[in-house]
C-alpha cells in the first residue's frame, strides 16, 4: 500500500506522541518544541488510509531558516518500514538538518543513514546514585528573588544558593519544559568559590529537591566541558547520550 506524509496538527499525532515518550523512558530534550506556536510543523505518516506515525519538524527559534527533524516514530507493527517512511518524509517536510538524542534508537539511525558533519552538541546524564557530599563551610538554602531576581516567583521552590560564610558563592535550579517527570539540574559557580567541590554539593542538593516534588533529576553539559562532566558524576548522575545534529543529504 502507499506510503504518505501530510502535515497534521499536535492533537492528531498526541497519541503517538505518548507512545513515543513511553518507549523512550528518559528525559526527551525537545518535548516543550511540540507547544510553542509556530515553531513545529507535525507530519502524518500513512499506509493507505492508516496512521502509522509521525514526524516532526523544528522551525523556528534556533532553527529559523533550517527545518530540522527531531521526532520520527513509527508504530511497531510498520517498522519493517522504516527506512521507507523516513525517504518519504523528506521531500515533503524539506528538512534540511536532524537533531536528536542518541537514546532515540529510530532518529539516530536515520541520522547516521541520511546525514553528514554529525556532532556531538551535550552530553546528557541520569541519576544513578544518591551521594553525601558535605564541603567544609558550604550550606544549602533555597533560593530567593534577591538571589535569582531573574527568576519567576512560581519557578523558586525550585531553585537553590550554596552559601559560604553567608557569601553567596553557586546558584542553580531545576528546568521543568521537559517531559513528565524530568527535571534539568543546572547550575553555576561564582569564581572565587571554584574546585572547591560546591558544584557537585548543589547539584546533589538540587536533585533532592527534584525528587522531594516528585520528579525525576537529569542533566547536561558541553561535551567539551571536562569541569561540568567531573560535577556532574562527583553528584552521582553518569552519562546516558548525546544531543547529535548533522546536515541531510540526499536520500
Not at 13 to 19: G, K, L, Q
Not at 137 to 154: C, E, H, I, K
Request: glycine share 8%; aromatic share 10%.
Amino acid at each position: 500500500m502507499e506510503l504518505a506524509a501530510t502535515i497534521g496538527s499536535l492533537d492528531q499525532i498526541s497519541p503517538w506522541r505518548e507512545a513515543y515518550r513511553a518507549e523512550m523512558n528518559c528525559q526527551v530534550i525537545h518535548d516543550s518544541i511540540h507547544f510553542r506556536q509556530g515553531w513545529t510543523v507535525e507530519y502524518v505518516l500513512t499506509v493507505g488510509a492508516t496512521p502509522a506515525g509521525y514526524g516532526s519538524v523544528a522551525v523556528a527559534g534556533p532553527w529559523t531558516g533550517k527545518p530540522t527533524l527531531y521526532e520520527f516514530y513509527i508504530l511497531p507493527e510498520h517498522r519493517l518500514r522504516l527506512f521507507d517512511f523516513f525517504t518519504i518524509l523528506l521531500p515533503v517536510s524539506r528538512a534540511v538538518a536532524i537533531e536528536t538524542q542518541s537514546n532515540d534508537p529510530w532518529l539516530t539511525v536515520m541520522l547516521h543513514a541520511f546525514a553528514r558533519n554529525v556532532a556531538s552538541e551535550s552530553i546528557l546524564f541520569h541519576d544513578q546514585k544518591a551521594t553525601s557530599l558535605a564541603p567544609s563551610g558550604a550550606r544549602f538554602r533555597p533560593a530567593t528573588a534577591g538571589d535569582l531576581p531573574q527568576v519567576s516567583p512560581r519557578q523558586l521552590d525550585a531553585h537553590g544558593v550554596v552559601e559560604i560564610d553567608g557569601a553567596v558563592a553557586a546558584t542553580g535550579g531545576i528546568l521543568f519544559h521537559y517531559n513528565p517527570p524530568y527535571g534539568d539540574i543546572y547550575m553555576e559557580v561564582a569564581d572565587p568559590f571554584r574546585k572547591r567541590g560546591l558544584g557537585s554539593f548543589l547539584v546533589q542538593e538540587l536533585k533532592r529537591v527534584c525528587y522531594r516534588r516528585g520528579n525525576i533529576p537529569a542533566a547536561r553539559c558541553n561535551p567539551n566541558n571536562i569541569a561540568s562532566r567531573k560535577t556532574l558524576q562527583k553528584a552521582g548522575f553518569v552519562p546516558c547520550g548525546h544531543i547529535l545534529s548533522g546536515t541531510l543529504v540526499s536520500a
